[in-house]
């Protein structure tokens, strides 16, 4: 047996057909579309010989199957297949992706017992080939037969008492005469705690602070300004700051327009607000989110060093619910440029071109329950939240201590075996080391992104 069917013969349980009839079925259908539990029936393998016949027993196994990146389920008899093979197939056709296109682009998982994804493969035995089932097929993910290319890694040199001389000539660059000016563009939605954080720690390094918001969400959800509300708290950097608003689009039932397409108008309306901050050619402009925030000493090096490329994507240590959950550094979006007439504020891949270890991005560290209940529904993947239940406070507190996922879902992976090496919870750490200065400084007032403070307070929106 190789790895995949190991794993999957441990989980086949002692004497077992598959359990669940058609009742159990209908009733778990009904609590899925009500957003509550959903149980799963054991996970088997059936042996399919080639007399062998579900129907003949008047069994019927329905199952709900569900492809990313499309908003309805289908439903399929298992029991109308004998291999895996063919049920792909199936489920190709059903939703209207040609086999002979789309079969070596998507594969078949289901989730067992302890909630543990495996890859749904046929095996074969002594007894012929094995169908592996479950009483749920969860996803049919998409497999890119090209990951997009690598980014060319810049090595980032720093210590604490080495002069910027000696860090621009590590990089290959030299030390200049006089700084640049830096921007810092964002487009702001309701994450107050980082913004605070974000503007505390760059601020001896920033001209100007670049803040633009709307009165809706990306997915035309009315949203107040909620910077404008909280201007007091940012008075610190009054002078610094250039604020913007943008009129969003309210979304109209029965009608739908692409989240991504309403968060493209507004990035494209950032493009005016930079102008109108008064950059000029040569100045560093950083757009990134809120929460992608560069370290002061990446600032420092691209405001001193001549020499650095144009545009360099920042490579960010990735962390989710808080610091005590760091991911790894997949973060990439946010972007150093040199700014020209040519620069235009995007928050996708520009080059190849990535500088290491340049800061941290802490997604959904918010401290309040109902931010993360606004911001699962909010931004462009809110289509991920496909049930009710997932908006519990009680489960999003759970999933928060533990470290998993909020949507329930894979991680999103080119190969199955990313996928597994970054299944399950995120491991806690104790480290509370090379985090925001002001971040520590202030930990008294943000326990809950620091090690051991998991719990969220539970009061109502503003």
């Not at 009608?255 to 560093?284: C, K, T, V, W």
């Not at 931010?371 to 462009?380: G, L, P, Q, R």
Request: charged share 25%; proline share 7%; net charge negative.
């Amino acid at each position: 047996m190789d790895k995949w069917d190991l794993e999957l013969g441990l989980a086949l349980p002692s004497n077992s057909p598959c359990a669940g009839s058609n009742d159990d079925m209908e009733e778990e259908e009904e609590e899925e579309e009500e957003g509550e539990k959903v149980t799963h029936p054991t996970l088997c393998l059936l042996p399919l010989t080639p007399g062998h016949s579900w129907r003949k027993k008047r069994h019927r196994m329905y199952v709900k199957v569900k492809m990313e990146g499309v908003g309805i389920a289908r439903k399929v008899d298992l029991t109308m297949h004998h291999s895996f093979h063919t049920l792909n197939h199936a489920l190709l056709h059903m939703f209207g992706k040609p086999p002979h296109q789309f079969s070596n682009s998507y594969r078949l998982l289901f989730q067992d017992q302890q909630g543990h994804w495996l890859l749904a493969k046929d095996i074969q035995s002594k007894e012929g080939p094995l169908l592996c089932v479950a009483s749920i097929i969860g996803v049919i993910i998409p497999l890119w037969d090209n990951p997009p290319k690598p980014f060319t890694r810049i090595p980032h040199y720093y210590a604490e008492n080495v002069t910027m001389d000696l860090l621009c000539h590590l990089h290959g660059w030299s030390l200049r005469s006089h700084p640049r000016r830096v921007f810092d563009a964002i487009i702001f939605s309701n994450e107050l705690d980082m913004l605070d954080i974000r503007w505390h720690e760059l601020q001896p390094y920033v001209s100007k602070f670049i803040i633009l918001e709307s009165n809706t969400t990306f997915t035309g959800i009315p949203k107040p300004h909620y910077f404008e509300l909280n201007r007091e708290r940012f008075a610190f950097a009054k002078e610094q700051t250039v604020h913007g608003t943008f009129p969003g689009k309210l979304a109209v039932q029965g009608s739908y327009e692409d989240p991504f397409l309403l968060e493209g108008r507004q990035r494209a309306a950032m493009n005016s607000l930079i102008r109108r901050a008064g950059i000029s050619n040569g100045d560093i402009l950083i757009m990134a989110d809120t929460d992608e925030i560069p370290s002061p000493h990446t600032l420092k090096l691209l405001q001193w060093c001549d020499g650095i490329p144009p545009l360099m994507h920042l490579e960010l240590k990735h962390y989710m619910y808080s610091y005590e959950f760091p991911v790894d550094y997949s973060s990439w979006r946010a972007t150093a440029h040199v700014y020209s007439q040519h620069t235009q504020y995007r928050h996708s891949r520009q080059t190849d071109l990535m500088l290491a270890d340049a800061g941290w991005h802490c997604s959904f560290c918010f401290r309040k329950m109902w931010e993360f209940v606004f911001k699962m529904t909010a931004y462009s993947h809110a289509d991920r939240v496909r049930y009710k239940s997932f908006l519990s406070h009680s489960r999003i507190q759970d999933i928060i201590c533990r470290g998993d996922d909020l949507f329930d879902m894979l991680p999103e992976e080119y190969t199955f075996k990313d996928i597994i090496k970054k299944m399950g919870s995120i491991p806690p750490s104790a480290s509370a080391v090379h985090l925001p200065a002001y971040l520590i400084q202030n930990a008294h007032n943000f326990k809950f992104l620091l090690p051991g403070g998991c719990l969220r307070e539970t009061q109502t929106p503003p």
